[in-house]
């Protein structure tokens, strides 16, 4: 199996903590999420995995030059100028071969089981989606054969509910026919046209799983108060042992600090006597001054924190 990770966002949601941190390299339990996916490829069986590179990415090139697990085969597709989710893809499938690829997006995090999702690819498919029910999300429609019927507004001779699109799916190399040679692409748009010239799409449908995008403030913080409450155990293999508070080597708290749950603090922290954290990531290097309350706040890499806040991205 060959895989490919889209990386090359700008992570526009996440500003302003994407300003100076690539959108893959966004830490997870001080872990960077493109290590964690990483780790899961190679665990699912993957050999080679293509990343593509676009904002700030010679961070992301120095992270896969001293962290990439040493049986993947990593190859990197840097994009001068940004190509989108079709023009990435295309990219990324040139690099893979004439096999069908599995490809996920950079900015989730997910338990799936990658393995068996490749295995359940559609061979006749253009691509095998994944997909779940998430409200808010759902506007993938499938027929009554459980193929994928259209996406956005309801077409015609559809079965059930809509689904999501979990940044989950195999590629088939038939796929590059629908991709435009040259220039940016928009993936979404690529799978209508295939659609509406009668191409097959192929859906998996998943339920009982962990998924959550961390494309916000809001659902990075969402994914470690789920992380750090235990409410995702089948992620645990690839952290070390979890706790609440969450600390990194080198951080220190004075005397009186009171953690209230959802607490991850990362390398070299400081928090200074007397201050209460809940549901709050702290990124490297970061100081905390006394006395403070902090709830629900995202605080940047080296960022220096002075007064009481609350639902705010500090940097």
């Not at 995995?49 to 993947?72: C, E, G, K």
């Not at 009554?144 to 590629?171: D, E, F, N, W």
Request: charged share 15%; aromatic share 6%; glycine share 12%.
């Amino acid at each position: 199996m060959n895989a490919a990770i889209l990386a090359a966002g700008l992570g526009t949601r996440l500003r302003p903590l994407t300003s100076a941190t690539p959108k893959a390299l966004v830490p997870v339990l001080n872990r960077p999420l493109l290590g964690v996916l990483l780790a899961q490829l190679e665990e699912a069986g993957a050999l080679r995995v293509a990343v593509n590179t676009h904002h700030l990415a010679d961070q992301v090139h120095h992270f896969l030059a001293i962290a990439s697990p040493p049986r993947l085969e990593v190859l990197v597709r840097p994009e001068p100028d940004i190509l989108g989710t079709g023009g990435g893809l295309r990219s990324l499938a040139e690099a893979l071969g004439n096999e069908p690829f599995l490809a996920i997006n950079a900015d989730i995090l997910t338990d799936l089981d990658l393995g068996e999702i490749y295995r359940q690819h559609r061979e006749q498919a253009l691509a095998t989606l994944v997909l779940h029910d998430y409200a808010g999300l759902n506007n993938v429609w499938l027929d009554k054969a459980g193929r994928v019927a259209g996406i956005g507004a309801p077409p015609p001779h559809t079965s059930g509910p809509a689904l999501a699109y979990t940044g989950v799916q195999v590629v088939s190399h038939q796929m590059l026919e629908w991709l435009p040679k040259k220039g940016p692409a928009d993936l979404v748009a690529v799978w209508q046209q295939a659609l509406g010239r009668g191409e097959y799409l192929a859906a998996v449908v998943v339920k009982g799983h962990f998924w959550q995008d961390l494309g916000t403030p809001e659902a990075y913080l969402q994914a470690h108060l789920r992380l750090l409450t235990g409410t995702c155990l089948g992620l645990n293999r690839f952290f070390p042992p979890i706790s609440d508070p969450f600390c990194g080597a080198g951080t220190v708290m004075e005397a009186g600090v009171n953690c209230g749950g959802g607490v991850c603090l990362g390398r070299e922290v400081w928090v200074g006597r007397g201050t209460r954290l809940k549901n709050t990531v702290v990124w490297d290097r970061a100081r905390l001054g006394p006395g403070l309350t902090l709830e629900n706040c995202v605080v940047g890499q080296g960022a220096t924190v002075q007064v009481s806040v609350r639902n705010a991205v500090l940097v």
